[in-house]
């Protein structure tokens, strides 16, 4: 990169048209300031960074968003199809019963893990 440099201002002065020296010049001032910010702790470019996620955000889905509006119909209705945990049944209960139905089938199962699947399925115990 800087062989470039060089060559613009042997370029610059074998013509001596001051305009590219003037611009590489300020280029090179603007980067070091930039970067003299950057290390500073100061983010001259923040703002730009800002808007441009305001726009993505815009365009782009946003589940959480999305679930946080206050439409209480759509709410209501997005309640009904997601699962409910059920009382006192957890994963790891579940789990343990369908190790024990893979490991010796599903006869060899008490009477209260039988019910605990029901209960977990939803159905009733005929």
Known sequence: MSIFYVLQLMNANINFEGAPLFIL???AAM???YVALLRSGYKPGEWV???MDKVN????N???AYLNRSNT???RTMSMYTPKP??????NNIDEILDKINQKGYDALSKEDKETLMKASGRKDN
């Open 25 to 27: 010049l300020g280029g």
């Open 31 to 33: 980067g070091y300031g």
């Open 49 to 51: 960074y800002n808007i």
């Open 57 to 60: 955000n815009r365009f782009e």
């Open 62 to 64: 946003d589940d959480r």
């Open 73 to 75: 119909r759509r709410n």
């Open 86 to 91: 059920k009382q006192g049944i957890t994963q």
